[in-house]
Structures are given as structure tokens and as C-alpha cells.
Nanobody, 123 residues
Framework: EVQLVESGGGLVQPGGSLRLSCQAS????????MNWVRQAPGKGLERVARISGDSINSRYAESVKGRFTISRDNAKNMAYLQMNSLKSEDTALYYC????????????????RGQGTQVTVSS
């Protein structure tokens, strides 16, 4: 059974940082491209970052470039999203996901997605 469990969300002030973690199980993690996607209130699902199985390739949404960094540890079946210089518009429910159909940075669907971790950026 595929399981994706996110953690690390919380309340942070503008300009602050958070590190999200995703524990994966039930599939061959090391050969699977992983995504972090988010959904803000009243908005669609947006892919913020993707990383290839071998960590060689990564891709970021324009809205987070230079501020967010995706990484993974295949020995631990873990994916991470380091978020720096957070803004109020980063407030969303963040999901770890794979097997996603994406147009630009907008996600049509992800076959596998965790339950999400809430990130709230507010003073």
C-alpha cells in the first residue's frame, strides 16, 4: 500500500522558514519523481517543486524560485521542501505527491497524494 506522510507545517511569520518532510512507503521510492504541491483556500492545486528519482533534475514554480528547495534521501525514503523567505501568499495545505498530471504549474490530478501539512504565514 502506498503511503505518503507529510510533516513540518505550522504557523510562521513573513520572512521565516519551514522545512517540510515526507515519509514514503509502499513503492519504489528511488526511481519515482516526487512533487510538492499546494492548495491555498479557494484556489486550485499548484505544483511548487519536483525532483527526479536520482535528484539530478528539479523544477520549481516561478512563485517559489530562489526561496524553496526540494531534496530527497533515497536511503530513508524521505522527501523534503525547505521553504525560506516565506510570504503570506505561501499559506496553503502542502502535499507530497507523485504520478501527477500537470499543465504549467497547475495540477490536474495526482494519483498518489498524502494527507497534507498546513503552512500558515502570518504576523
Amino acid at each position: 500500500e502506498v503511503q505518503l506522510v507529510e510533516s513540518g507545517g505550522g504557523l510562521v511569520q513573513p520572512g521565516g522558514s519551514l522545512r517540510l518532510s515526507c515519509q514514503a512507503s509502499g513503492f519504489t521510492f528511488s526511481t519515482t519523481d516526487m512533487n510538492w504541491v499546494r492548495q491555498a483556500p479557494g484556489k486550485g492545486l499548484e505544483r511548487v517543486a519536483r525532483i527526479s528519482g536520482d535528484s539530478i533534475n528539479s523544477r520549481y514554480a516561478e512563485s517559489v524560485k530562489g526561496r524553496f528547495t526540494i531534496s530527497r534521501d533515497n536511503a530513508k525514503n524521505m522527501a523534503y521542501l525547505q521553504m525560506n523567505s516565506l510570504k503570506s501568499e505561501d499559506t496553503a495545505l502542502y502535499y507530497c505527491a507523485f504520478a501527477c498530471t500537470v499543465f504549467g504549474d497547475m495540477v490536474q490530478r495526482c494519483t498518489y497524494r498524502g494527507q497534507g501539512t498546513q503552512v500558515t504565514v502570518s504576523s
